[in-house]
């Protein structure tokens, strides 16, 4: 049906090369004013995405709910391009985006989905040892859950100012390594204001199997 603007939206080669693409129809919706505005997922990847609407989403930036193998998935797009046609005289949007803002396990099930790999059975173990030679923020590839004692054990260690949000804190986080007992060590460097001086700290935190945290040093 979308064809033609698959292929004239859909990905670059630069992205096809770097990303698993899956080109697979998917219910999805645009939030407008707290409405769900429906529309039909096109290609998704762990990049971004492609889904037609017939009501295009006004501005450069969209919220949309989305369901992947019975879950649903909320995220925040920056739209790159659109484009229209007309089906059965019905004329439809279709809208090529890329994620701006998702939680760490709905980019963590996106990505499963795109390679097409299960549920796994001790998923903080997995996705902690998937961090092991990673130069990218560690941080956003943890579950949620460890997110959040991440960032309440700053916070209480007076290294993260009180009220931090888990989903965008004052952090960065690289992978240190493993312990001898075979837990995580999480390299984190935090930053708070205090008085309208910018504090800085560099912290090493302790992450094991279960998605416990402890702060080391």
């Known amino acids: 049906m979308f064809n033609e603007l698959l292929k004239r939206l859909g990905s670059h080669k630069s992205e096809r090369r770097s990303a698993d693409r899956v080109r697979r129809r998917f219910p999805i919706g645009w939030i407008k004013s707290g409405t769900l505005i429906p529309g039909l997922g096109l290609e998704?990847?762990?990049?971004?995405?492609?889904?037609?609407?017939?009501?295009?989403?006004?501005?450069a930036h969209v919220e949309v709910?989305?369901?992947?193998?019975?879950?649903?998935v909320r995220?925040?797009?920056?739209?790159?391009?659109?484009?229209?046609?007309?089906?059965?005289g019905i004329e439809w949007a279709v809208i090529a985006?890329?994620?701006?803002?998702?939680?760490?396990?709905?980019?963590?099930?996106?990505?499963?989905?795109?390679?097409?790999?299960?549920?796994?059975?001790?998923?903080?173990?997995q996705?902690?040892?998937?961090?092991?030679?990673?130069?990218?923020?560690?941080?956003?590839?943890?579950?949620?859950?460890?997110?959040?004692?991440?960032?309440?054990?700053?916070?209480k260690a007076g290294r993260l100012a009180?009220?931090?949000?888990a989903k965008n804190p004052l952090l960065r986080?690289?992978?240190?390594?493993?312990?001898?007992?075979?837990?995580?060590?999480?390299?984190?460097h935090s930053r708070r204001l205090d008085d309208g001086e910018l504090l800085q700290f560099d912290s090493i935190v302790i992450v094991d199997?279960?998605?416990n945290v402890t702060l080391d040093r």
């Open 44 to 59: 998704i990847s762990e990049k971004g995405l492609l889904f037609a609407t017939k009501e295009s989403p006004p501005g």
């Open 173 to 188: 986080m690289s992978y240190d390594g493993s312990t001898r007992t075979g837990e995580h060590r999480l390299a984190v």
């Open 127 to 155: 996705e902690l040892s998937a961090l092991a030679g990673s130069d990218d923020d560690a941080y956003r590839l943890l579950p949620l859950k460890v997110q959040q004692r991440v960032v309440a054990l700053l916070v």
């Open 162 to 165: 009180p009220g931090s949000d």
């Open 209 to 211: 199997d279960a998605g």
């Open 97 to 125: 985006c890329v994620f701006e803002g998702i939680a760490a396990d709905d980019w963590d099930l996106i990505v499963r989905f795109c390679k097409n790999l299960e549920d796994p059975a001790n998923k903080a173990a």
């Open 75 to 88: 995220a925040r797009l920056k739209i790159v391009r659109k484009g229209t046609m007309t089906r059965d």
């Open 65 to 72: 709910a989305l369901d992947l193998n019975g879950k649903r």
